[in-house]
């Protein structure tokens, strides 16, 4: 039987265990579909954060989003990608998570979400928090558990 995580894991800060914002891929505002495209398939992320010059987080950009951007009728109009600006098309409904949050916020949250974008108090963008490392480390508090029992 699973036992269930106790108050000190969920209270547990979050900021440990980012990836910090200089180790995460993004475009900035400004930056073409196209620019976005290359850098998603690069990297072989699923989406990637939109940054303004000021390094604030500004919306989500995924393969989708652009490719959907360019379905014409008949087929996918590749030759629109360098006019379409990132900003014109990301997604910008994405809960954010700040620095300062703990385990439960950030669980509650990432059932959702693949992974959440965390910023300051003044929207600096200071990296991403992802469902992989929070299960990462839920799987080692049920061992640690079950083996103390
Ligand atoms: P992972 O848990 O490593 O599979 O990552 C889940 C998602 O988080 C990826 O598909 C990306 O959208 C995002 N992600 C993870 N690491 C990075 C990174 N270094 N730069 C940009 N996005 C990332």
Same mark, same amino acid.
């Given at each position: 039987m699973i036992s269930l995580p106790n108050r000190d894991f969920l209270d547990t800060y979050i900021e440990d265990f980012i990836i910090s914002s200089e180790k995460v891929a993004h475009v900035q505002v400004g930056n073409s579909a196209e620019h976005a495209l290359l850098v998603l398939t690069k990297t072989g992320y699923s989406a990637i954060p939109v940054l303004d010059r000021k390094y604030r987080f500004r919306g989500l950009i995924n393969t989708q989003i652009i490719t959907d951007s360019i379905l014409g009728m008949e087929h996918? +109009?590749? +030759?629109r990608l360098p006019d379409i600006r990132v900003e014109e098309i990301m997604q910008t409904d994405f809960p954010l998570i700040k620095v300062d949050e703990r385990f439960q916020k950030a669980l509650d949250l990432l059932i959702n979400q693949n992974f959440l974008c965390v910023v300051d108090d003044d929207g600096l963008f200071m990296g991403i928090l992802t469902r992989r490392v929070i299960l990462k480390q839920l799987k080692k508090k049920i061992y640690q558990d079950k083996n103390n029992q």
């Open positions: 996918i +109009e590749y +030759e």
